[in-house]
Every structure is written in C-alpha cells, then in structure tokens.
C-alpha cells in the first residue's frame, strides 16, 4: 500500500487539505487525519502553555529569593518568556473569537 501524503510530507498534507476545503471538495478530504490533528492540537497548546508558564514561574521565584543568581539572561529569559505566553494567549483568543 503506497503511503499517503500525510506520512510522507505533512506541510504539503495540510495544504491540500486546506485546498480541498476552499473548494468545498469535502469527500475528497483524509478525514481520519485531519480529526486526529485537530484533537491533537489542543493539547499541543495546553502543553506549550504549561510549559512556558513553568519555566516563568521557576525564573521568576528564583528572581525574587535567590538575588545572587540574576544575570541579563535570566532576566531576558523571563521576559521572552512573557512575550511567548502572550503571543500564545493572544492566538488562542483569536482562534475563540473567529469560532462564533
């Protein structure tokens, strides 16, 4: 059995998908695939959001009692994490607003 372009390339699986939904050519859409990517996607975010939460939370208690360990990269790693929990947030409003 020859492999499907999902196995083979998933950039260019998810762009025929998105073609084959703008042209409304749903019988044509790898159903299984693309349900087993849209369940595993939240969970992606969720996991990526805990992660950075932790990583700023870790930084941020060591910031506040352990003063001899801050440098310019701790404090740029705090704030980059800042700035990636933001970015994060902000997509998943967007993503909860263009849902109604």
């Known amino acids: 059995m020859p492999m499907s372009s999902y196995e083979q ?19 044509a859409i790898d159903v ?28 941020l208690l060591t910031w506040r009692y352990q003063p001899g360990r801050r440098s310019r990269s701790w404090r740029a790693t705090i704030d980059e994490q800042r ?8 997509r998943q409003s967007q993503s909860a607003l263009n849902a109604r």
């Open 9 to 27: 390339d998933f950039y260019r699986w998810t762009q025929e998908q998105a073609s084959l939904l703008r042209e409304g050519r749903l019988s």
């Open 32 to 59: 299984d695939h693309l349900i087993e990517e849209l369940e595993t996607m939240d969970a992606r975010e969720r996991r990526e959001l805990t992660n950075r939460l932790r990583v700023l939370l870790a930084h």
């Open 83 to 90: 700035l990636s929990l933001d970015d994060l947030l902000d």
